[in-house]
């Protein structure tokens, strides 16, 4: 019997990225990782670090699945973007400077695009967010934090 080569599996859809603005991408191979990090260990500890974060971040947002609606899991996100970003202005109003569409926050916290717009809705109502030139404005960030916390 011959055997033949395996196909190299298709990329499904969930598998695909797309950067929200200019990137550079590298790709390091294993050996030359396991290389680095014999060579210089702070490496090594760097990566489990971010690993770390990312393993609880992940773990964060696997439990609001499951514990709240899309409003309290937008909230969140926004709130989040909002920190990360840096983005106070000189009012106090953080503005999330990353244009996101609809579909791509609806991709960040399980949802779907109808799910964000209404969920934008309650957050607009609060007072808690406002969108100005399709840019994301948070206006009350006390009360967004309510919002976030809110469970099912």
Known sequence: MVSQPASRPRPSPASRVEALEASVLRVVGWDDFENLVLRNPEVGLKTIRLFGERLEEYEGRLSDLVRK????????????????????????????????????????????????????????????????????????????????????
Do not use: W
């Open 69 to 152: 609606e899309v409003p309290a899991r937008l909230a969140g996100l926004l709130l989040r973007l909002s920190e990360r970003d840096n983005s106070v202005a000189g009012d106090g109003e953080r503005r999330i400077p990353v244009r996101y569409i609809h579909r791509q926050l609806a991709s960040m916290v399980g949802a779907n695009r109808e799910a964000i717009t209404r969920a934008f809705g309650v957050l607009r109502k609060a007072g808690a967010v406002e969108t100005r030139d399709r840019q994301i404005c948070v206006t009350d960030a006390d009360a967004l934090e309510g919002l976030a916390e809110a469970a099912r």
